[in-house]
């Protein structure tokens, strides 16, 4: 299905397609740019310069285009296709903008993006015997600036309280990211040891799953496609399919649910076979610059484990990816109501939901592993949304009490009268 079929407008504003030709693709990107930031209310010095990354990918209807400045590489994924990741090495970083054009296999991209998050960039692609085509969206980075640092500066504090939860740890190695989602700290976030790279887990379920709800929005499959499940392929573990009798047909709808409901390893690891493999889920966290993570072997394969095959991820990729779903920059708004009513239904609820008071609404994924303890998610606190990343390794009781620590410690920092703005 082409893109002009599957066009999209994220949470944040509606994303246009532009029609290129005759234009300077730079000039428009420079245009496209956000301003830079206004002086504060009363004549004060004007909010600090969002920074640039070398890491950044364009968010477009159905797809995306990443950009690495340091490695001169980009990528191309969309419902149309993959270039896989390709070399460019005459790319042009000038104004905190890399710009280039490459071809693969007869079609041409022409790219402007803006090193900054939160602001809007453009690829022109032309096909053989095609007006060119303009794909203008919002920039991805890792992380994201805040929207008004100003009010972001009132999220700040809570690095400190993190820090103490972390350094009291001290058998348990942990890593916290936090990103507001309600624009009251101005989308601030804030983390510690954010780039720890623990075993992921099931976590990893969840770029399974996003993966699996892009080729939905794309309308390469639907979720109510039937998949023959065999004896071969059911494992133990946490998960509800492995006592049912096979082999049976189950919906990919159901294999999707149960993943995350019941964190059940069965259904993903036939949902990696139904995608032939790792390859198009770590194709999708390369789209997504995400170089902490990768998906390198079914769940409960211990002897890959044993080979040194293993699934890792880090707090900043995982609150990348909430973020990403929350903005429907990945996935449509359907598909990312869908996989949130999914985490809102998890059944393994001992971290981030024991932490809290009773009926705090939240939406979560947890990992468990004889060393490793992980639950990130959504507080969906009405007003006070945020997403979070929680993740330890060493035993994973210690593990466990670390999460709990520190979910209760950002719920009560949320919960707080909103702090005045602090200086940097």
Wanted: charged letters at 20%; a negative charge; hydrophobic letters at 40%.
């Amino acid at each position: 299905m082409s893109k002009t079929d599957k066009r999209r407008s994220s949470s944040r504003g509606a994303v246009s397609r532009v029609r290129l030709a005759g234009l300077t693709a730079a000039g428009l990107a420079l245009a496209l740019l956000a301003p830079e930031p206004a002086a504060a209310d009363g004549g004060g010095p004007a909010a600090p310069r969002p920074p640039a990354s070398t890491l950044a990918w364009l968010a477009f209807p159905g797809g995306v285009f990443s950009v690495d400045s340091e490695s001169r590489t980009v990528r191309y994924r969309a419902c149309d296709g993959d270039t896989g990741r390709i070399a460019d090495p005459d790319m042009r970083v000038d104004h905190r903008i890399a710009s280039g054009e490459v071809t693969v296999d007869g079609t041409t991209y022409a790219y402007d993006v803006p090193l900054v998050g939160r602001t809007r960039g453009i690829v022109e692609v032309t096909r053989p015997d095609a007006e060119p085509e303009g794909l203008v969206g919002d920039v991805v980075t890792e992380p994201q600036p805040p929207t008004d640092p100003i009010a972001g500066r009132r999220l700040l504090p809570l690095t400190g309280q993190l820090r103490e939860v972390v350094d009291a740890s001290t058998a348990n190695p942990a890593g916290v990211t936090v990103r507001d989602l309600s624009g009251r700290y101005g989308d601030q976030q804030v983390a510690v040891n954010a780039t720890f790279r623990p075993k992921a887990a099931s976590v990893i379920k969840l770029w399974i799953l996003v993966e699996l709800l892009r080729r939905v929005d794309c309308g390469q499959v639907s979720l109510d496609d039937g998949v023959l499940v065999t004896p071969a392929q059911v494992v133990d573990g946490t998960g509800e399919l492995q006592h049912e009798t096979f082999p049976q047909v189950v919906t990919l709808h159901r294999l999707a649910e149960y993943m995350i409901k019941y964190s059940d390893n069965t259904a993903a690891n036939v949902l990696i076979d139904y995608f032939g493999g790792f390859a198009p889920v770590n194709d999708l966290i390369d789209s997504m610059n995400q170089r902490a993570t990768i998906l390198a072997r079914k769940m409960l394969d211990t002897e890959a484990a044993m080979r040194g095959e293993e699934n890792y991820t880090s707090p900043d990729d995982v609150v990348a990816l909430l973020g990403a779903v929350w903005d429907a920059q990945i996935l449509t708004p359907a598909s990312r109501d869908l996989m949130i009513s999914f985490m809102a239904e998890q059944t393994l609820n001992t971290k981030i939901p024991a932490a809290l008071p009773p009926g705090v609404p939240v939406a979560h994924k947890t990992g468990d592993l004889p060393d490793a303890s992980h639950d990130v998610g959504y507080y969906l606190i009405p007003g006070s949304q945020v997403a979070v990343a929680f993740l330890t390794s060493g035993p994973m009781a210690g593990g466990d009490e670390t999460v709990r620590q520190l979910a209760r410690t950002v719920y009560d920092y949320l919960d707080g009268p909103l702090p005045g703005a602090v200086e940097e």
